[in-house]
């Protein structure tokens, strides 16, 4: 099943939870549809760093699009699906942006988990995706698309340019429900819509727990047993 908005009346990122606890939402909305999808909290950093580098790419001048104020979750928030792989694209005759993203359809409960606890690194966005890049076995992945996906975009979406990012299948278990067929979300915006996305995406992103200064992690406000202390127990600011 394909749910397409084209385009897209308004596109955002957003979480909901105390810090630490967070659940990531991507949302979308066109007219009276508004879909909602649960990611992970890296998906939508490397969103974020896909768009701008994409919009770079393409060289032409483009707004800031919707403000900060506009830009925050629609109620009720209630997922369609979890999203897996997420491909971004543009397509050059239209001058807009396609978001693609893709169901997982998960084998066992793990999947319930909250994204942030389990993929809260100490990098920042630039540094993770620097490591995504090089390959260093993060859970998520971001590559370049191949040749054969290039043709698949090109024939189903015109696209000249695109970057994929998401979870890998093999680590989901989607190969061991065959008879199941992934549900697919492609979204259409501008240039000015899809950077306000990423920077929405940036913001809650960095909105989360504060980080220790001495090792990078995350400070939970009950306190933060530093490794760089061995162990001890650091008292979170505030």
Same mark, same amino acid.
């Given at each position: 099943?394909?749910?397409?908005?084209?385009?897209?009346?308004?596109?955002?990122?957003?979480?909901?939870? #105390?810090?630490?606890?967070?659940?990531?939402?991507?949302?979308?909305?066109?007219?009276? /549809?508004?879909?909602?999808?649960?990611?992970?909290?890296?998906?939508?950093?490397?969103?974020?760093?896909?768009?701008?580098?994409?919009?770079? /790419?393409?060289?032409?001048?483009?707004?800031?699009?919707?403000?900060?104020?506009?830009?925050?979750?629609?109620?009720?928030?209630? #997922?369609?699906?979890?999203?897996?792989? $997420?491909?971004?694209?543009?397509?050059?005759?239209?001058? $807009?942006?396609?978001?693609?993203?893709?169901?997982?359809?998960?084998?066992?409960?793990?999947?319930?988990?909250?994204?942030?606890?389990?993929?809260?690194?100490?990098?920042?966005?630039?540094?993770?995706?620097?490591?995504?890049?090089?390959?260093?076995?993060?859970?998520?992945?971001?590559? $370049?698309?191949?040749?054969?996906?290039?043709?698949? $975009?090109?024939?189903?979406?015109?696209?000249?340019?695109?970057?994929?990012?998401?979870?890998?299948?093999?680590?989901?278990?989607?190969?061991?429900?065959?008879?199941?067929?992934?549900? /697919?979300? /492609?979204?259409?915006?501008?240039?000015?819509?899809?950077?306000?996305?990423?920077?929405?995406?940036?913001?809650?992103?960095?909105?989360?727990?504060?980080?220790?200064?001495?090792?990078?992690?995350?400070?939970?406000?009950?306190?933060?047993?530093?490794?760089?202390?061995?162990?001890?127990?650091?008292?979170?600011?505030?």
């Amino acid at each position: 099943m394909l749910i397409e908005l084209d385009p897209v009346d308004r596109l955002t990122a957003g979480a909901v939870g #105390p810090p630490g606890a967070r659940v990531f939402y991507l949302q979308a909305r066109k007219d009276d /549809r508004l879909v909602t999808l649960l990611v992970e909290k890296q998906q939508v950093q490397l969103l974020a760093a896909s768009v701008v580098e994409i919009l770079a /790419r393409v060289g032409k001048e483009t707004g800031q699009g919707p403000p900060e104020e506009e830009m925050g979750l629609e109620e009720p928030a209630v #997922p369609e699906w979890r999203a897996g792989r $997420l491909s971004i694209g543009y397509q050059e005759e239209r001058d $807009l942006l396609v978001l693609e993203a893709d169901e997982i359809l998960p084998e066992g409960e793990e999947e319930d988990g909250d994204e942030e606890d389990e993929h809260e690194g100490g990098e920042a966005m630039k540094e993770q995706l620097a490591l995504l890049e090089a390959g260093l076995g993060s859970e998520l992945e971001l590559e $370049l698309a191949t040749e054969a996906l290039e043709a698949e $975009l090109e024939a189903d979406l015109g696209s000249e340019l695109d970057r994929t990012l998401g979870m890998d299948p093999e680590d989901t278990g989607d190969q061991g429900d065959s008879d199941a067929e992934p549900q /697919r979300a /492609r979204f259409w915006g501008t240039r000015e819509q899809m950077l306000s996305l990423a920077r929405q995406g940036a913001a809650v992103c960095a909105a989360g727990r504060p980080r220790c200064q001495l090792c990078g992690n995350p400070m939970d406000p009950e306190g933060h047993r530093c490794p760089a202390l061995n162990g001890h127990l650091e008292q979170s600011p505030g």
